[in-house]
């Protein structure tokens, strides 16, 4: 008798959460409202991300506020309908599907951002109380430093902390059972943020890396 576990009509629907969340993550909504606003193309001015950092360096704060929104909500919407609706297992890989879809996106050629935003709508989503203690340490590191990526850097090195310590229901008030889910994928997400920072990272420690709202 075959394995039911490693049965694909037992694994697709765990797929399936993962891709869902990947193509939602995967929109790229600094780039669209940019262009919608008529301020080109997001891509060639700046470092070139697509995420609110840049966005700001328009000069536009309202465009990078509702950037800042939606890739943090595409993040957290995910995970708050996988977990509501299914279970822990698929919200855990909705976020982590929304997170790389955001890093790596299939509409522009897996050329995406750096992720600080989903990866906080995703953390506020697995535990609101250790994805406001991940938005708490990015705004004071921002505000003590004025360096958005070393603010990043902060947040994500903390999150498995943080989830740890500070785990409980999502913000629909729904469990997580066990915590070790969250915290892999908090580590998960981490990584990842500081593999896509590594350039920001060599400026840091030569200390010519540009301050939030220089153009």
């Given amino acids: 008798m075959p394995d039911p576990i490693g049965d694909f009509s037992y694994t697709w629907p765990f797929l399936a959460a993962a891709v869902i969340g990947y193509l939602l993550g995967s929109i790229p909504f600094g780039l669209v409202l940019?262009?919608?606003?008529?301020?080109?193309?997001?891509?060639?001015?700046?470092?070139?991300?697509?995420?609110?950092?840049?966005?700001?360096?328009?000069?536009?704060?309202?465009?990078?506020?509702?950037?800042?929104i939606l890739d943090g909500g595409k993040g957290a919407v995910v995970v708050l309908l996988a977990n509501h609706f299914l279970t822990q297992d698929y919200a855990v890989l909705a976020g982590g599907g929304?997170?790389?879809?955001?890093?790596?996106?299939?509409?522009?050629?897996?050329?995406?951002?750096k992720?600080?935003?989903?990866?906080?709508?995703?953390?506020?989503?697995?535990?609101w109380p250790a994805g406001v203690a991940v938005a708490l340490t990015w705004l004071l590191t921002a505000l003590v430093f004025r360096i958005s990526s070393l603010s990043a850097l902060m947040a994500a090195a903390l999150s498995p902390v943080y989830v740890y310590w500070l785990s409980t229901t999502d913000l629909?008030?729904?469990?997580?059972?066990?915590?070790?889910?969250?915290?892999?994928?908090?580590?998960?997400?981490?990584?990842l943020i500081f593999i896509r920072h590594h350039e920001n990272i060599r400026r840091l420690l030569s200390g010519t890396e540009p301050r939030i709202g220089k153009k």
Wanted: hydrophobic share 50%; proline share 1%.
């Fill in 115 to 127: 992720g600080v935003a989903t990866f906080i709508g995703v953390m506020l989503a697995i535990s």
């Fill in 34 to 68: 940019t262009k919608m606003a008529g301020l080109g193309d997001i891509r060639k001015i700046g470092s070139g991300n697509i995420g609110t950092t840049n966005v700001l360096r328009t000069g536009n704060k309202m465009l990078a506020l509702a950037t800042l």
């Fill in 98 to 113: 929304a997170f790389l879809g955001h890093l790596f996106p299939i509409w522009l050629k897996f050329k995406g951002g």
């Fill in 172 to 191: 629909f008030g729904d469990v997580f059972y066990g915590d070790l889910q969250r915290i892999e994928l908090a580590g998960f997400m981490a990584v």
